[in-house]
Nanobody
Framework: VQLQASGGGLVQAGGSLRLSCAAS????????TGWSRQAPGKQRELVAT???????NYADSVKGRFTVSRDNAKNTMLLQMNSLKPEDTGVYYC???????????WGQGTLVTVSS
């Protein structure tokens, strides 16, 4: 599975962005997928996951502000980010096939910068 993330950019605090992840190859629609992020100088953290059936989970820091969704027919996944905060700044990666705490597949990352 190859993953391509897009949609990052510069936004002011309180604004919104929508990230997209396009997948190619077989299996995407069977896997749990999700988004991770890494802020400058910090460890990578899990942001959101969505199972093949659409069940979602979120990090406490983004609950109520971010929404993950997927379209299995189109092999795509979205992350709608609202009420963005400067601490949401980082490189966002789309992921597929969760293996315990890790992911088997990683996209190349897209940079989100939230200015105060």
């Amino acid at each position: 599975v190859q993953l391509q993330a897009s949609g990052g950019g510069l936004v002011q605090a309180g604004g919104s962005l929508r990230l997209s992840c396009a997948a190619s190859g077989s299996g995407f629609n069977r896997y749990t997928t999700g988004w991770s992020r890494q802020a400058p100088g910090k460890q990578r953290e899990l942001v959101a996951t969505i199972t093949s059936r659409g069940s979602t989970n979120y990090a406490d820091s983004v609950k109520g502000r971010f929404t993950v969704s997927r379209d299995n027919a189109k092999n795509t996944m979205l992350l709608q980010m609202n009420s963005l905060k400067p601490e949401d700044t980082g490189v966002y990666y789309c992921n597929a096939q969760k293996l315990g705490p890790n992911w088997r597949y990683w996209g190349q990352g897209t940079l989100v910068t939230v200015s105060s």
